[in-house]
C-alpha cells in the first residue's frame, strides 16, 4: 500500500492540500454565517462562501512557494536559527499575496452578480490578516514538517520488513543431555569427596 501511494505521491499529496484548504472554507463558511445569523445582521449566504473560498485559494496556490522556500531554508539542528529568520521574512510577501490575491477573486466574484465589494480600511485590514496569515504559516510548516516525518518513519518500518536476512546464521545452543549432566554431577562429588580425604585438586 505505501509502495502505491509513493509511486502516485505527488498526485496524492495534491489531493491532500485541496482537500485540506476546501474543507476548512467550507468550514468556515458556515460559521460565518451562524456568526451573522446570531447578531441579526444581514448577508447574502453565498458572501462568506465568496470570502472564505478566495482566502483558501490564494492560500492553497502559495503553498508550492512555501514549499519551495523551506527547501532553501529548512529548519535544522545547525541552521535552525537562519531559518527562524528567513521565514519570519518570507511571511510578509506571503500575507501581502494572499491579501491582494483574494481582494482580487473577490472584486470578480461581487463583479459577476453586479455588486461592490469593500475591504475596508487597508492599514488597519492588512495588519488584521496579516495577523492571521503569520499563524497559518506557521501551522502550514508544522504540517509539512509532521508530513515528512511520517513518511520517512513509514519507508523505515517498510524497508526492516521487506529487507532480507543476510546476516550470519545464529549459532545453536547445545543443551547437555541427562547422561552428561549425571556424568558430570557424579565426578563433582567424587572430586569433592577426594578433597576431603586426600587434598588433591
Known sequence: ??????????IWEIALWTTWYLL???????????????????????EPVVWEYSSALMLLALVPAQLAFDHRF?????TWRRAVAA????????????????????HLAYGAVASRYEFG?????????????VRTYAYTVTVIYLY???LLRLRGEARLLTAPDTGPPAEAIERPSRADAGAGSGTDKRRSSCRHTCGCP
Open 24 to 46: 476548512d472554507a467550507a468550514g468556515n463558511s458556515v460559521v460565518v454565517l451562524m456568526d451573522f445569523e446570531r447578531r441579526d445582521l444581514s448577508v447574502d449566504w453565498w
Open 121 to 133: 480600511y487597508w492599514p488597519k485590514e492588512l495588519l488584521y490578516e496579516y495577523l492571521k496569515d
Open 148 to 150: 515528512r516525518l511520517l
Open 1 to 10: 500500500m505505501l509502495d502505491r501511494y509513493l509511486r502516485h505521491r505527488r
Open 87 to 106: 521565514h519570519l521574512i518570507a511571511t510578509i510577501p506571503y500575507s501581502l499575496i494572499h491579501v491582494f490575491g483574494m481582494v482580487g477573486l473577490r
Open 74 to 78: 529548512p529548519f535544522r539542528a545547525a
